[in-house]
């Protein structure tokens, strides 16, 4: 059963860089055929891709988001980060990891709220 896990800070400043570890447990990042995915959801409104990394490390950012978001990974522990950087009250949101298998996000975290504030 893949696990992911998302941390990082719950409360960031205006203008600072955002950045979110997911930890995946059951399953290697680096398995043929899966990427890594981060989404978010603001407050009221519905789910808002930001990019995505394979598992052979190509990485793929939403053009809303791109000048600003940086997706990377550490193989040896498992992770996936995002950075997203000049932050404002816009970007207040829950943000999620999640695997994509074939064109499904089939495993998701649980979560974790981020709010953009001073």
């Known amino acids: 059963q893949v696990q992911l896990q998302e941390s990082g800070p719950g409360l960031v400043k205006p203008l600072q860089t955002l950045s979110l570890t997911c930890t995946v447990s059951?399953?290697?990042?680096?398995?043929?055929?899966?990427?890594w995915s981060w989404v978010r959801q603001p407050p009221g409104r519905g789910l808002e891709w930001i990019g995505y990394?394979?598992?052979?490390?190509?990485?793929y950012y939403s053009p809303s988001l791109k000048s600003r978001t940086s997706i990377s990974r550490d193989s040896a522990k498992n992770q996936i980060t995002l950075q997203l950087s000049s932050v404002t009250p816009e970007d207040t949101a829950v943000y999620y990891c999640?695997?994509?298998?074939?064109?499904?996000?089939?495993?998701w975290g649980q979560g974790t709220q981020v709010t953009v504030s001073s």
């Open positions: 059951g399953g290697s990042i680096t398995t043929s055929g899966s990427s």
């Open positions: 999640a695997r994509i298998q074939g064109v499904t996000h089939d495993y």
């Open positions: 990394i394979t598992y052979s490390g190509n990485i």
